[in-house]
């Protein structure tokens, strides 16, 4: 009788699982391990996928041509996350503490950016930023400038086009964080008598640590494999990871490669969310 | 926990306290006005009447006139909308039954299925494009209308997933427990409580995968076929080609329904409290 309840019960939960189950491992898993594959294989005429198998392809991912594109990406996604971080802290810092009427309308306007369309919000800072967009015909109209200044197709360009992009995965994980704040705490350490800055370094900072890795880790990802922001900002002029990836699937036409170099994209990833993981969970004891 | 967070410091007395939440409040501001300046603009030039650059000629509508005129742009909208509507019937099932699975059930491999259901949400958008892309020409499945539909479906489920897992795990059970000892059994109970009282949490997942599927740009562009643009696959090819207000117009349309879909998914929340 009991056997007979058990397997019920398996059988429900294998039904409940396997489509979920079965969607992750058929398109999730297995594409990736298809990658794994083909970079070790080499291309024909077409770009397609040959045998032989050999580590060429990461052998040439590894040319200092690559391997700097490889530090650039990573620069520029670390220096996208500090300066995300840095302005996201004190705007969900003041909408946490907020009264209760004013936060509900300010997350609403935070995430009204977070739902609309990636595309077409990096397109906006594109025209914005244009050489005959309105930013110059403004400065121009008014006589501060006599030529268009060239916004664009800088790094410094990309980097403001991914910190506009990833500013609200940043700052909902940090008011998350901020919202469960214990006030309290804080107040008893300036009466202990610290100052603003070590309370701020010893309570709160330690504190809304989740808040900052999730922030920190759904605004690095997205930024080291970046394509759109890096084509619409950096005009063609600024290379990327993902852009590199993408061309190897386009023009440049060098599947074995490009799938080598995804590979590799996937293990600056995972290391990534493998510190993420390990110091949450270090945090998270500590408290 | 409430009342902590119902908790903030008074107004400050000391001065770098102020001089604090001055700089607070110009942080704000200025990452506000970052955040919309570009896209107030990009609607107010989708009026203007100039064809290219950004001086100010006339208030038109013709912009959006030629919209709807635009049989490519159409075309690919409605796609766009069958992928949406479908991907997002499949993610909603698929991420519901997980949910329950991994929120009320007990077996052994949970805990890999709880990283694995992590996985997706953490991979950059182009190694997955680009892994779904080879998966199908490796498994000399044609790119179309069904690797789009099957590939939108798995990068929105996870986030159906989690959205109804949040709010299976704040369920109060009882409810469910003094409708089994009115006698009725377990898919009784399922169908007339605990669906129902779920409906809010799926509702959101599925205005979230909805969202992403509409949203999706790179995944589509590689696990397309030929023939089967999406809107932010048009977008895209006509921003390759040139600015037009016509893109401008667009962008704005787009926007405003994303506004839409936020607004009524929580006006949702709102009546569920």
């Known amino acids: 009788m009991m056997n007979a309840i058990r397997e019920r019960k398996r059988l429900q939960i294998f039904g409940l699982m396997f489509p979920g189950a079965f969607w992750l491992v058929v398109f999730f898993a297995l594409p990736l391990l298809v990658i794994f594959v083909i970079s070790f294989m080499a291309r024909d005429e077409l770009g397609s996928p ?37 302005i996201s802290f004190p705007v969900a810092l003041y ?15 935070v995430m009204i ?4 369309n990636f595309l077409v919000r990096t397109y906006a800072l594109q025209f914005l930023m244009r050489a005959n967009g309105p930013i110059n015909t403004l ?24 910190v506009y992009g990833e500013l609200p995965f940043m700052i909902l994980p940090l008011y998350a964080s901020l919202e469960k704040f214990d006030w309290a705490m804080f107040e008893a350490a300036q009466d202990l008598g610290a100052d603003m800055r070590r309370a701020f370094l010893r309570v709160m900072l330690p504190m809304t640590m989740p808040g900052v890795l ?19 900002m950096g005009g063609g002029k600024i290379n990327m990871i993902g852009r590199v990836i993408a061309s190897q699937f386009g023009v440049a036409s060098n599947w074995p490669f490009g799938s080598a170099i995804s590979l590799l994209l996937m293990v600056v990833v995972t290391i990534a969310a493998l510190v993420y993981f390990r110091v949450g969970r270090g945090e998270r004891m500590a408290l | 926990m409430g009342d902590r967070a119902e908790y903030a410091p008074p107004a400050p007395e000391r001065p770098n306290l102020r001089l604090g939440q001055l700089s607070l409040i110009a942080v704000t501001l200025f990452t506000f006005a970052f955040l919309y300046v570009p896209i107030i603009v990009l609607i107010l030039f989708s009026f203007n009447s100039a064809r290219t ?7 038109t509508l013709s912009w959006y006139q030629r919209l709807l005129g635009n049989e490519a742009l159409l075309t690919a909208a409605g796609r766009s909308l069958i992928i949406g509507i479908v991907s997002t019937a499949g993610s909603v099932v698929i991420g519901t039954l997980t949910a329950l699975a991994m929120e009320r059930e007990h077996f052994r491999a949970k805990a890999v299925w709880d990283g694995l259901l992590y996985m997706p949400v953490i991979i950059p958008e182009i190694v997955s494009g680009v892994s779904l892309l080879l998966f199908f020409a490796a498994g000399g499945i044609e790119r179309g209308l069904l690797t789009l539909v099957v590939s939108h479906i798995a990068f929105s489920m996870p986030f159906v997933y989690l959205t109804v897992r949040a709010r299976l795990a704040d369920f109060d059970r009882s409810i469910e427990e003094a409708a089994q000892d ?14 129902p009282l779920l409906m809010p949490g799926i509702v959101s997942g599925a205005l979230l995968a909805f969202t992403l599927s509409i949203d999706d740009f790179i995944i589509s562009f590689f696990v397309t076929g030929k023939g089967w643009n999406t809107l932010p696959i048009y977008i895209w090819s006509q921003l390759k080609q040139g600015v037009t207000p016509e893109i401008n117009a667009i962008s704005a349309v787009l926007l405003l329904f994303s506004v839409s879909v936020i607004a009524l998914s929580l006006l949702l929340q709102r009546r569920r409290n």
Request: aromatic content about 14%.
């Open chain 2, 53 to 59: 650059g950004a001086v100010w000629q006339g208030f």
């Open chain 1, 113 to 116: 950016p977070f739902w609309t």
């Open chain 1, 50 to 86: 040959v045998p032989p198998f050999s580590l060429d392809n990461y052998q040439q991912a590894f040319d200092s041509l690559y391997l700097n594109l490889f530090l650039f990406s990573l620069w520029i996604s670390l220096l996208t996350t500090v300066v995300t971080l840095l």
């Open chain 1, 95 to 109: 909408i946490a503490r907020s009264p209760k009427r004013w936060r509900n309308i300010l997350i609403f306007l």
């Open chain 1, 139 to 162: 400065l121009q109209g008014l006589g501060v400038i006599q030529e268009p200044i060239s916004m664009l197709s800088t790094p410094v360009a990309v980097l403001i086009g991914l």
């Open chain 1, 214 to 232: 999730a922030g920190s880790i759904l605004v690095f990802v997205p930024s080291v494999g970046s394509y759109i922001t890096v084509e619409l």
């Open chain 2, 182 to 195: 009115l006698g009725a059994d377990e898919a009784k109970t399922f169908w007339l409580i605990t669906l």
